[in-house]
């Protein structure tokens, strides 16, 4: 069984910083691209950033300078520091990951989502 376990969503003003992290455990062979996603009340969910095994980044138009992706040194966490902080930002953002296990390769997995609220 696979997990991803999402932490550091809040409520900021306008113009600050959070630092979400992700941490996955399980049965886990290899873990191929992780990233972010959010989705904001009566959106559709969008890619904010991702990063694969390589360490080869991409960003959605809307946060880049200002968030950050990074994966730790056990390669089973990633980052995503998100600086300048606007209001159209709040959303639930969730943490993704490519995961090769014993029974499948390169299965999606989610987490649970960690809700970000930046107030104006």
């Known amino acids: 069984q696979v997990q991803l376990v999402e932490s550091g969503g809040g409520l900021v003003q306008a113009g600050g910083s959070l630092r979400l992290s992700c941490a996955a455990s399980?049965?886990?062979?290899?873990?191929?691209?992780m990233g972010w996603y959010r989705q904001a009340p009566g959106k559709q969910r969008e890619l904010v950033a991702g990063i694969t095994s390589a360490g080869s980044t991409n960003y959605a138009d809307s946060v880049k300078g200002r968030f950050t992706i990074s994966r730790g040194n056990a390669k089973n966490t990633v980052y995503l520091q998100l600086n300048s902080l606007k209001p159209e930002d709040t959303a639930v953002y969730y943490c993704?990951?490519?995961?090769?296990?014993?029974?499948?390769?390169?299965?999606?997995?989610w987490g649970q989502g960690t809700q970000v609220t930046v107030s104006s």
């Open positions: 993704n990951a490519d995961i090769t296990t014993a029974q499948t390769m390169g299965a999606d997995y």
């Open positions: 399980g049965s886990i062979f290899s873990i191929n691209a």
